[in-house]
């Protein structure tokens, strides 16, 4: 067995290439790379074991990072990958990448190909055992990816004080194919959440562990190797990612989680005494992987735009203070009874010379005490003793050896069996007490869920019951502004009977001025038709003197036509016979038209009376008939003032009983609200009491704390 050896972690860095929304934002590519090892950010060189440019396929890493750690794996050490970096840097991509492509595939897949290759190359001597686990750490709690009931597990440590996860899934596989089985459906049920920066951003810390044992059946040598494959959730700041409800929940567990590593990765390269493991669970999983026995080889994954160069400096200065660690490793073998025997004499060898020492040294204090003094030469020589030790050592050790418990010498087999049973005794009680330590966090937390549980329920009650205060208060102010709206309601219909009683008034002087009016109406009615009766009688005699004047017109006419004939024939009688008679009928003509002048005159005097009467007539009978319309239009404006304040007084009326119908409900809801906050408070602390507390914790708290009321009758 090998002599435990110190090494440094590794560190590999590794830039991706610009995405598209910073090639749209217009990001600059800021890193400058100097060789395989360096890189400047902003006029600052960073050294690390390797500087993966954006061009470097997955391949490549591969090779670098983890082609290395595998061998060691198979030869019996402890191995870890993870990485590390912002989010959507391209830490899952180095990881895991596309799981079944070739080209594309990542660091995991690719080692899981290389393990079984290995084996297949290997003595056929050899016998391997192989089995795989798969969780991740979701808001600081272990959640197993193949068996997702299992959403709370403990770390614990084994004998040999290296923390474990205790009840994880382990299965054993046989192949790559059943390994690559396992691993898609972990990963289906991993957590991932799309953000500003990544749409499918890991939102936990995954570990993929592969624990390999081989046996050589011929020289019953053991030998057996871990490997931790670990892709971290990226820090991120919440104004970049946009993380807000559950998934601001989750950056806040991971930013956590980060920082108790950073403390981690701090106290080592520091070297102070404390190393904060215990911060957090991630942590205390890679305790061994941090400076413990452990090949450990992180890879810091970098973005190279402008716009994340702060997160970009913060991330290579994690990996140059990562560098600085150093692991202790060794090779995990069991050893063989004939191994175990050897070791027993060189240890038995190595307890005599002890023994030697601490004689010498005994009697030379005895000396010193008892006031002699020890010459130079008689002295013990410290450096001289641990030449002895070295020389005795490189004689015995024919064979390495390194376990982590080496038992002590024992003079017969008896103690030594004795022993043994009293250390697995010992070890018994060790984990004994670490599951008591388990059972006992969780029944803390589970006391502390109550407690919180109870908190919230008395919270609730503590809001239910100031709500029903406030509700109370607000049915009370509501009560009171509706006493003072009922009171101005019925003040307003005192003031609306006033005003009915004013209007009625009103309406029975309207409807007395009405009926006035209709009489009124009624006598020029009357007179109106006298008039028009009289008008008629007037056109009728009008029409007949008409008549009579053109009869008579006509029978003067024909006269005159019978006197010019008889002129006529009077002329020629003259010439013959003499005037005497012509003389005395036109004087007889000239009375007739000298009467009938005067009665034409007469009647064209009457004809003008009549005229002018029935213009008059026609007038009057125009201003009756606008005097009626006006009437009218006043007696259908009263009957519309008259319509609508019956239909205002109903409206009143109708709204008076719906107030006063208001007022009784509130009256009524308010009784009840007011018996119902009584109740309420009482049943809500009993219950909590009861949900929250054993019988005989109710009990006596029941006895201790009587139920008290306040002068509103609320449990206090």
Known sequence: MADPAECTIKVMCRFRPLNSSEVTRGDRYIPKFQGEENVIIGGKPYMFDRVFQSNTTQEQVYNACAQKIVKDVLEGYN???????????????????????????????????????????????????????????????????????????????????????????????????????????????????????????????????????????????????KLYLVDLAGSEKVSKTGAEGAVLDEAKNINKSLSSLGNVISALAEGTAYIPYRDSKMTRILQDSLGGNCRTTIVICCSPSSYNECETKSTLMFGQRAKTIKNTVTVNVELTAEQWKQKYEREKEKNKTLRNTVTWLENELNRWRNGESVPVEEQFDKEKAKEEVKALDNILNDQPASTP????????????????????????????????????????????????????????????????????????????????????????????????????????????????????????????????????????????????????????????????????????????????????????????????????????KRCKQLESTQSESNKKMDENEKELAACQLRISQHEAKIKSLTEYLQNVEHKKRQLEENVDSLNEELVKISAQGKSLFKDRARETAALTLSPLEYCYWRHLLPTATTENGILN
């Open 79 to 225: 191995g870890t990958i993870f990485a590390y970096g912002q989010t959507s840097s391209g830490k899952t991509h180095t990881m895991e990448g596309n799981l079944h492509d070739t080209d594309a595939m990542g660091i995991i897949p690719r080692i899981v190909q290389d393990i079984f290759n290995y084996i297949y190359s290997m003595d056929e001597n050899l016998e391997f055992h192989i089995k795989v686990s798969y969780f991740e750490i979701y808001l600081d709690k272990i959640r197993d990816l193949l068996d997702v009931s299992k959403t709370n597990l403990s770390v614990h440590e084994d004998k040999n004080r290296v923390p474990y996860v205790k009840g994880c899934t382990e299965r054993f596989v046989c192949s790559p194919e059943e390994v690559m089985d396992t691993i898609d459906e972990g990963k289906s049920n991993r957590h991932v959440a799309v953000t500003n920066m990544n749409e499918h951003s890991s939102r936990s810390h995954s570990i993929f562990l592969i624990n390999v044992k081989q046996e050589n059946t011929q020289t019953e040598q053991k030998l057996s190797g």
């Open 405 to 604: 418990n080496v038992p002590g010498v024992r003079l017969t087999d008896v103690e030594k069996d004795k022993c043994e049973a009293e250390l697995a005794k010992l070890y018994k009680q060790l984990d004994d007490k670490d599951e008591e330590i388990n059972q006992q966090s969780q029944l803390a937390e589970k006391l502390k869920q109550q407690m919180l549980d109870q908190d919230e329920l008395l919270g609730s009650s503590r809001r239910d019951h100031e709500n029903l205060q406030a509700e109370l208060n607000r049915l009370q102010a509501e009560n009171e502004a509706s006493k003072d709206e009922v009171k101005e309601v019925l003040q307003a219909l005192e003031e609306l009977a006033v005003n009915y009683d004013q209007k009625s008034q009103e309406v029975e002087d309207k409807t007395k001025e009405f009926e006035a009016i209709s009489e009124e109406l009624n006598q020029k009615s009357s007179i109106l038709s006298s008039l028009d009766s009289e008008l008629q009688k007037l056109k009728e005699m009008s029409n007949h003197q008409r008549k009579r004047v053109t009869e008579m017109m006509s029978s003067l006419l024909k006269d005159l036509a019978e006197i010019g004939i008889a002129v006529g024939s009077n002329d020629i009688k003259q010439h013959e016979g003499g005037s005497g008679m012509i003389d005395e009928e036109f004087t007889v003509a000239r009375l007739y038209i000298s009467k009938m002048k005067s009665e034409v005159k007469t009647m064209v």
